[in-house]
């Protein structure tokens, strides 16, 4: 088979129902590039590269690889011609080992012996852009590092050139995403090429030679990366610079919200990930939970929002003693969640957006009143959202299925935010949004602090964390290393209580 030297993409154009998520946009990439692929929610980067992938025919325009025409009607043409993609979400069958999932349509394999055949391929690939994987080893017991490394073995198995990767460092630990850079340099020198989608402006730096940006379905900008800073790109992006800091009002908190005594959690395999924690979050404040995620923030929330058992300790809410009793319970004592993994679960696919945007809410007072819902004001409810959180969507009724990753993000934070609950729970609520909507979330959680309320806010990004908290709690192992000052701390000290050093007399311990 030739190889990919050089792919076109002219003209393209692509609507979906009252959105024209393409218009005429040209993308050139050539053998050794990483061409990073810039935009804000709903620019129409992910309609464009399914569109490459095959899973979408375009509605004019033509892709060419080394000048040759090509007819993409679905991901096996796609694949027959060099293109790969990896999406945000792995399509691995979790109760299959790696080899299974890569030998899965895989065709050249021979008729006698093939899985020898396979853990020979496999072994070699890993071998050569350091992919390690454990060809035995069943999905459900690989971390999200391993799981995307099996999904690039595959891809390169079945003879990708072009990779196509959807935010891959979104799942990853920052050293699985210093890993997965190293493999896509080697790749690289293979001759490869990748094109990555990403929203982090310091990973299309560090790891891209080139640049393309969208906005509002069309082609802005596309730069060398070597004559652009971070700066540029925000510019490029959403057309003026983003805040390096952000205002609060000065006012000391008030009375405690949430109060976390000698909690103790374990995970789902019944083994201790929440060890004998103790802190408070108190009105007019945003505490902060630092960590490298997998060390039992998630679990930690869980337990507080009841979703999972707590073994030890107790959880109080404005008072009142709430230890391990039910989900709804504590909602209904004014708790909001904002959950990690929010596109499964704060919402439904198939409902409307305006049904999504009152979601557990939709038989209460005011949205519901003797078993009947008031219509007009879900709509209205549903528009101050969609104005006030920028919520980029055709209309309110269309399935929230159809919206860009970052606009359902965004209906969601919205959502939770907007009815000023007591203790609003955050965890990881920028993920995959682009700077300009990311900023405006940050000065959200900021607004809901300074008009009373009390934030959790659990972040991976130690920057976002100085930018917005009163007071950072560091998580290591499923215990609290240390609480700190952010106006007295250094983000150095944060990364390495991160890592597992405590600081004597730095701050609060437990
Ligand atoms: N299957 C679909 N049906 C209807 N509209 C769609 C569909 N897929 C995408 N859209 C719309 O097309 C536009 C572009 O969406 P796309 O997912 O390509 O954006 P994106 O740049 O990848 O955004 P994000 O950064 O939020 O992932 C959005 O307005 C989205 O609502």
């Not at 071998?127 to 060809?135: H, N, S, T, Y």
Request: aromatic content about 4%.
């Amino acid at each position: 088979m030739k190889r990919i030297e050089k792919l076109e993409m002219k003209g393209i154009c692509k609507s979906f129902v009252g959105v024209r998520a393409n218009r005429n946009v040209d993308l050139t990439i050539e053998k050794g590039d990483i061409l990073g692929l810039l935009g804000e929610n709903g620019a129409g980067k992910t309609t464009l590269m399914n569109i490459l992938y095959g899973l979408y025919m375009p509605d004019e325009g033509q892709v060419h690889v080394n000048g040759q025409p090509l007819h993409l009607k679905s991901p096996k043409d796609s694949m027959k011609a060099g293109i790969g993609m990896i999406h945000q979400h792995f399509m691995l069958i979790q109760k299959h080992t790696v080899l299974e999932n890569i030998a899965l349509g895989y065709a050249d394999a021979p008729f006698f012996f093939p899985q020898k055949y396979m853990r020979k391929r496999i072994e070699e690939y890993s071998r050569k852009f350091g992919l390690e994987v454990d060809p035995d080893k069943k999905i459900w017991e690989l971390s999200a590092g391993e799981q995307q490394r099996v999904e690039i073995l595959k891809a390169l198995l079945r003879n990708a050139d072009l990779l196509i990767m959807d935010e891959p460092t979104s799942v990853l630990t920052p050293l699985e995403a210093d890993e997965l850079f190293e493999i896509l340099r080697k790749m690289i020198k293979e001759g490869h090429s990748v094109i990555l989608i990403s929203h982090k402006l310091e990973e299309i730096i560090s790891i891209c030679n080139r640049v393309m940006v969208m906005r509002k379905g069309e082609v802005t900008g596309a730069a060398e990366i070597k004559d652009v800073t971070k700066v540029d790109l925000a510019r490029m992006m959403i057309g003026r610079e983003i805040s390096a800091s952000y205002e609060k009002a000065d006012i000391r908190p008030g009375e405690p919200v949430l109060e976390i005594s000698s909690l103790s959690v374990n995970s789902d395999q019944g083994l201790p990930i929440v060890k004998n924690i103790t802190m408070t979050v108190s009105r007019n404040e945003i505490l902060g939970i630092a960590g490298v995620s997998g060390n039992g923030q998630r679990e930690l929330v869980e337990a507080v929002t009841g979703l999972r058992r707590s073994e030890e300790g107790t959880v109080s809410l404005q008072g009142r003693e709430v230890t391990n009793k039910s989900a709804r319970t504590i909602h209904n004592l004014g708790i909001n969640h904002v959950p990690e993994e929010r596109i499964k679960f704060g919402t439904v696919a198939n409902l409307q957006l305006f049904e999504n945007s009152v979601l557990k809410k939709h038989h209460e007072k005011p949205f519901s009143k003797n078993m009947l819902m008031n219509y007009p004001l879900i709509k209205n409810h549903t528009d101050s959202i969609i104005e006030k959180f920028h919520v980029d969507a055709a209309s309110i009724n269309v399935p929230v299925k159809n919206l860009s990753g970052g606009n359902i993000q965004k209906l969601i934070l919205g959502r939770e935010i907007a009815s000023e609950p007591s203790l609003l729970i955050a965890a990881h609520p920028t993920y995959g949004l682009d700077v300009g909507a990311a900023e405006y979330i940050r000065k959200e959680l900021i607004s809901a602090r300074d008009r009373g309320g009390a934030v959790l806010l659990v972040s991976e990004d130690l920057e976002e964390l100085f930018q917005v908290c009163d007071r950072i709690a560091v998580m290591f192992e499923g215990k609290i290393m240390g609480i700190v000052d952010p106006s007295n701390c250094d983000i150095d000290e944060i990364g390495l209580m991160m890592a597992g050093t405590s600081f004597e007399g730095k701050g609060e311990t437990n």
